[in-house]
């Protein structure tokens, strides 16, 4: 089993910038793609970014593709979600997960962390 447990949320202006942390524990944390998902109130849950094992392919939804980043470092167990130029519709919380293959739905993921709150205003 793989813990994790996510950071960095936080509240900012639209236009302003967050970086997102996300620790793991557990098991080899370099054996799964990891993905971040985030979920509005009253909203399902829905895809942000995901990236492999290895880090060397990358995945974005149409709706944070150019403006946000993710990556890993997996000498530190973490994996980042850099979001740039954010607007008010990023406002959600932030999760993150683990998954053996870079997949976009969240029935590929599991071990999922507790999550983070991000709140842009306008």
């Known amino acids: 089993q793989v813990q994790l447990v996510e950071s960095g949320g936080g509240l900012v202006q639209a236009g302003g910038s967050l970086k997102l942390s996300c620790a793991a524990s557990?098991?080899?944390?370099?054996?799964?793609?990891r993905g971040w998902f985030r979920q509005a109130p009253e909203k399902e849950r829905e895809f942000v970014a995901a990236?492999?094992?290895?880090?060397?392919?990358?995945r974005y939804a149409d709706s944070v593709k150019g403006r946000f980043t993710i990556s890993r470092d997996n000498a530190k167990n973490t994996v980042y979600l850099q979001m740039n130029s954010l607007k008010p519709e990023d406002t959600a919380v932030y999760y993150c997960a683990a998954s053996y293959y870079l997949r976009s739905d969240v029935g590929s993921y599991s071990n999922w962390g507790q999550g983070t709150q991000v709140t842009v205003s306008s």
């Open positions: 990236i492999t094992q290895g880090g060397d392919v990358t």
């Open positions: 557990g098991r080899t944390f370099s054996t799964y793609a």
